[in-house]
T-cell receptor
Framework: AQKVTQAQTEISVVEKEDVTLDCVYETRDTTYYLFWYKQPPSGELVFLIRRNSFDEQNEISGRYSWNFQKSTSSFNFTITASQVVDSAVYFCALSEGAGNTPLVFGKGTRLSVIA | DTGVSQNPRHKITKRGQNVTFRCDPISEHNRLYWYRQTLGQGPEFLTYFQNEAQLEKSRLLSDRFSAERPKGSFSTLEIQRTEQGDSAMYLC???????????FGSGTRLTVV
């Protein structure tokens, strides 16, 4: 069965610090997709990244970067030079197969960035 | 297209009453998903559709819950005889099968008193 574990429940950092959010997943499929979403206090889920199981290249987008390692079943997310606006709950999610099957989410990590 | 729209944004109901939520997906998306999110938890899958066909229902979807997508466009989620444990945020998402990601609506927050 598929499962996503985000072991860090809450993280608090001071502005401009770097922070890494951990995500470990379980699946028996060889084809799957991994996602990160941001949920600010307003409640909507904001898409950050989608990565398929065949693409292990790390990705960087501005201050955000993602490290995908199939050997450890991890898909970690790093925010460089954190800002107060990064304060939110971040969810890692998994979709098995190639056809937009339902997402399975982790429990989320609440990030607080203090000025 | 303005994204996935959910109505109402908030609903307060008395225990035992029935409630219905509506989701309007992105127009070209053929898949529509319902999730429930309780405080401090990640969204949990309830059910999803491809066009008008309901493809899968979670064990979380008790007999009191029913979802429809009659013409393959908007969807409704009905909860009968609400219980306090039904209090949660109900999220809708849509996607195009086999392509791209999932777009989520802002959710309907249900409070059962």
């Amino acid at each position: 069965a598929q499962k996503v574990t985000q072991a860090q429940t809450e993280i608090s950092v001071v502005e401009k610090e770097d922070v890494t959010l951990d995500c470990v997943y379980e699946t028996r499929d060889t084809t799957y997709y991994l996602f990160w979403y941001k949920q600010p206090p307003s409640g909507e889920l904001v898409f950050l990244i989608r990565r398929n199981s065949f693409d292990e290249q790390n990705e960087i987008s501005g201050r955000y970067s993602w490290n995908f390692q199939k050997s450890t079943s991890s898909f970690n997310f790093t925010i460089t030079a954190s800002q107060v606006v990064d304060s939110a709950v971040y969810f890692c999610a998994l979709s098995e197969g190639a056809g937009n099957t339902p997402l399975v989410f982790g429990k989320g990590t609440r990030l607080s960035v203090i000025a | 297209d303005t994204g996935v729209s959910q109505n109402p944004r908030h609903k307060i109901t008395k225990r035992g009453q029935n409630v219905t939520f509506r989701c309007d997906p992105i127009s070209e998306h053929n898949r529509l998903y319902w999730y429930r999110q309780t405080l401090g938890q990640g969204p949990e899958f309830l059910t999803y559709f491809q066009n008008e066909a309901q493809l899968e229902k979670s064990r979380l979807l008790s007999d009191r819950f029913s979802a429809e997508r009659p013409k393959g466009s908007f969807s409704t989620l009905e909860i009968q005889r609400t219980e306090q444990g039904d209090s949660a945020m109900y999220l809708c998402a849509s996607s195009l099968a086999g392509r791209g990601g999932y777009t989520f609506g802002s959710g309907t927050r249900l409070t059962v008193v």
